[in-house]
């Protein structure tokens, strides 16, 4: 008997943030699934968002909806959202009628609204992914609609009024991320393999007070002698940084941004960082020990709300970022790592990463589990259907 084709949309992106859990679990469904006859999963995305920029890496087809978000403060570009929304609805409406999936994966980013939305009107099953501990607009919305809901963080559910089934689950990371090689990573990014290395990040586009209280630290020579800085600078601001740098980044490494994170996590001690989920995700997998900077904008201060979890489990320490002004940022890194509560937050690790590590083959199978179910639930209902006719 021939196996019926299994379609997946998977509706998330604009940042890393929604689009790699997107990836890793659609990769590990993948595999689950290779001795099946046929397998078809697309992405739905748009041209402003990193999957447009991707495309060509995604692994998988990408269609486009144009919808943008909201800006918050006030712009007349706002009073374009209504037509734009109605737009990628009827966008979503044909791209579903035409591919006719069997579920839709929403893992948030402002383009998993529209295709949600509209799956859940046309009665196509619906699980979502939330990375954050505060969730978005998205996922508190049509959490009533879905079938499951996946968590990063066990303090979102408090936020989420639904009877779907809720999954905490961890937030996935793709297999590739926690093998990096060291000795690799050292020669790529001319590092001393013999010294301790701290990793600071600021996302794609730069933490522009993280780099601030750095650039502070070097001036005043607080690196000492055993120790140096994996940098990245962020694309923006990475020419200006280095220039002011100049001779104090002596025992630094800086770079703008780097697609191969597994070995610059490789290559690294302890890591300074924003607060957002999947790079807490990969930390965590990872075993690294962090300080956490938490951007204090973020929508419903989730930056904070994430970074408050990872502190009182014990595997990071955390810093506002208005302290930054009154402290030595190195100063403080190397103190942390010369401490018995580095120690700990390593002995802490280890002991979650293995559920960090192995969240996305959870959520791969439930989702396959899922449509399993939801199949046999209609072949019961249209035996049931046939009977009610032959009976009359």
């Given amino acids: 008997?021939?196996?019926?084709?299994?379609?997946?949309?998977?509706?998330?992106?604009?940042?890393?943030?929604?689009?790699?859990?997107?990836?890793?679990?659609?990769?590990?469904?993948?595999?689950?699934?290779?001795?099946?006859?046929?397998t078809e999963i697309i992405f739905v995305g748009t041209r402003r968002g990193l999957e447009y920029r991707m495309r060509d890496l995604l692994g998988f087809p990408l269609r486009l909806i144009n919808v943008r978000g909201l800006v918050r403060s006030f712009t007349l570009k706002n009073l374009l959202v209504p037509f734009v929304l109605v737009c990628a609805l009827l966008k979503a409406?044909?791209?579903?009628?035409?591919?006719?999936?069997?579920?839709?994966?929403?893992?948030?980013?402002?383009?998993?609204?529209p295709v949600l939305k509209m799956a859940v009107w046309k009665e196509i099953p619906t699980v979502l992914q939330e990375q954050n501990s505060f969730p978005g607009i998205t996922t508190r919305q049509l959490a009533s609609r879905a079938r499951r809901i996946y968590l990063g963080f066990t303090g979102a559910k408090e936020y989420l009024h639904t009877n779907a089934e809720i999954l905490v689950t961890g937030n996935p990371v793709r297999g590739t991320i926690f093998d990096g090689d060291r000795n690799a990573a050292c020669a790529e990014y001319n590092l001393d393999p013999s010294k301790k290395t701290i990793l600071v990040l600021?996302?794609?586009?730069?933490?522009?007070?993280?780099?601030?209280?750095?650039l502070k630290s070097l001036k005043n020579n607080s690196l000492p002698a055993g120790y140096q800085v994996l940098w990245q600078t962020g694309r923006r601001d990475h020419k200006d940084v280095a220039a002011r740098a100049g001779s104090k980044a002596s025992s630094c490494t800086l770079f703008p941004f780097a697609h191969n994170m597994r070995n610059v996590y490789a290559a690294s001690d302890l890591v300074v960082t924003r607060a957002g989920a999947l790079t807490l995700a990969e930390l965590t997998a990872c075993e690294l020990?962090?300080?956490?900077?938490?951007?204090?904008?973020?929508?419903?201060?989730?930056?904070?709300?994430?970074?408050?979890?990872?502190?009182?489990?014990?595997?990071?320490?955390?810093?506002?970022?208005g302290e930054l002004n009154s402290i030595d940022l190195l100063v403080k890194t190397v103190t942390l790592m010369e401490s018995e509560q580095f120690l700990k937050m390593k002995s802490q690790l280890a002991k979650e990463s293995k559920k960090s590590r192995s969240a996305v083959d959870v959520i791969a199978r439930d989702i396959i589990e899922l449509i399993m179910d939801i199949r046999r639930e209609a072949v019961e209902?249209?035996?049931?259907?046939?009977?009610?006719?032959?009976?009359?």
């Fill in 1 to 38: 008997m021939t196996q019926r084709v299994i379609h997946i949309v998977f509706a998330g992106g604009g940042t890393g943030g929604h689009l790699f859990p997107a990836i890793a679990i659609a990769e590990r469904i993948r595999e689950l699934l290779a001795d099946r006859d046929g």
């Fill in 93 to 113: 409406r044909s791209l579903l009628n035409e591919f006719k999936p069997d579920i839709v994966v929403g893992t948030g980013g402002y383009v998993s609204w």
């Fill in 202 to 214: 600021g996302g794609s586009q730069g933490a522009r007070t993280i780099n601030q209280a750095v």
């Fill in 289 to 321: 020990p962090s300080i956490l900077i938490p951007y204090p904008y973020a929508a419903g201060d989730h930056q904070r709300k994430n970074a408050r979890d990872i502190v009182n489990r014990g595997m990071a320490d955390m810093i506002d970022e």
């Fill in 381 to 392: 209902n249209n035996r049931g259907a046939d009977k009610t006719a032959n009976s009359g």
